[in-house]
């Protein structure tokens, strides 16, 4: 059974960069899955899609943060990553990780983000 | 890109009744790439339904999903006390973005 866990800061400054790491355990990221992706929830709002990853490493973006965004894999690692530049407050949100099988099966518990100088 | 409308947008309930909850597209959607998601306070969303009708593992014959092209529903034949939560339609079709409706609260009344 898979498990993803994300990781990274809980606090970014306005202007900087967010950057999260999920974790797989329980099987490859080259071929558990049809792809990996990461979704998001501000504080009593609903989800968004962010992106996603294919194991290939083909990518696609949310169009409205295709510009800021950029989500890697480390096989070596078994970890794919989220970076998403130049945020604002707009950008506070619980940020999730998940798998697709093509629907998002396993889902990480998430991580807050908060945006604040 | 497909947006999803879902209503109504809280929904108030006894148990024992029963929950229908829509799930509208803007444009065609494929059947096998609709799922519907379960989110109780404080947890990640959990797969309910995937391929607009099949049940992901863990939940019980009373969740129901149906429908096709641009209209989709769930349906809780009996509600449980368990399954008052916020439910999330998505599509995942051939290409992204991969959008979610706004939800649904399900709600005791």
């Known amino acids: 059974q898979l498990h993803l866990q994300e990781s990274g800061p809980g606090l970014v400054k306005p202007s900087e960069t967010l950057s999260l790491t999920c974790t797989v355990s329980g099987g490859s990221i080259s071929g558990s899955s049809y792809y990996w992706g990461w979704i998001r929830q501000p504080p009593g709002k609903g989800l968004e899609w962010i992106g996603s990853i294919y194991y290939s490493g083909r990518t696609y973006y949310n169009p409205s943060l295709k510009s800021r965004v950029t989500i890697s894999v480390d096989t070596s690692k078994n970890q794919f990553s989220l970076k998403l530049r130049s945020v604002t407050a707009a950008d506070m949100a619980v940020y999730y990780c998940a798998s697709a099988m093509p629907a998002f099966d396993i889902w990480g518990q998430g991580t807050m983000v908060t945006v604040s100088s | 890109e497909i947006v999803l409308t879902q209503s109504p947008g809280t929904l108030s309930l006894s148990p024992g009744e029963r929950a229908t909850l829509s799930c509208r597209a803007s444009q065609s959607v494929s059947s096998s790439y609709l799922a519907w998601y379960q989110q109780k306070p404080g947890q990640a969303p959990r797969l309910l339904i995937y391929g607009a009708s099949s049940r992901a593992t863990g939940f019980p014959d009373r969740f129901t999903g149906s429908g096709s092209g641009t209209d989709f529903t769930l349906t809780i034949s009996r509600l449980e006390p368990e399954d008052f939560a916020v439910y999330y339609c998505?599509?995942?079709?051939?290409?992204?973005?991969?959008?979610f409706g706004q939800g649904t609260k399900l709600e005791i009344k």
């Open positions: 998505q599509q995942y079709g051939y290409s992204p973005p991969y959008t």
